[in-house]
């Protein structure tokens, strides 16, 4: 799998910046489906993923937009409640 992986206080992190579609898709939908009991999957794009957001809302879940330095598009993906 592709991309950048770590956890720390704030969730399981993925790094797919840099990465040529569809790789940064596929490699968020493969953690979002294995990541099991993480409260939170935080994202690390380069660019705003569109196709991701419909994909997330099929199995359950969303995504927020967070802060993040600039040239870095950063989202939260939490189950829905």
């Not at 790094?15 to 409260?39: H, K, N, Q, T, Y």
């Not at 939170?40 to 879940?61: K, M, S």
């Not at 598009?73 to 409640?81: A, D, F, H």
């Amino acid at each position: 799998m592709a991309g950048k992986r770590w956890v720390d206080s704030e969730g399981l992190h993925i790094d797919v910046r840099g990465l040529p579609p569809p790789e940064p898709l596929v490699a968020i939908l493969a953690l979002v489906r294995a990541s099991g009991d993480a409260a939170a999957v935080i994202v690390h794009h380069e660019r705003d993923p569109q196709f991701l957001y419909p994909e997330l809302a099929e199995i359950g879940w969303c995504a927020q937009r967070i802060g993040a330095p600039a040239g870095e598009v950063r989202l939260r993906l939490t189950r829905r409640g």
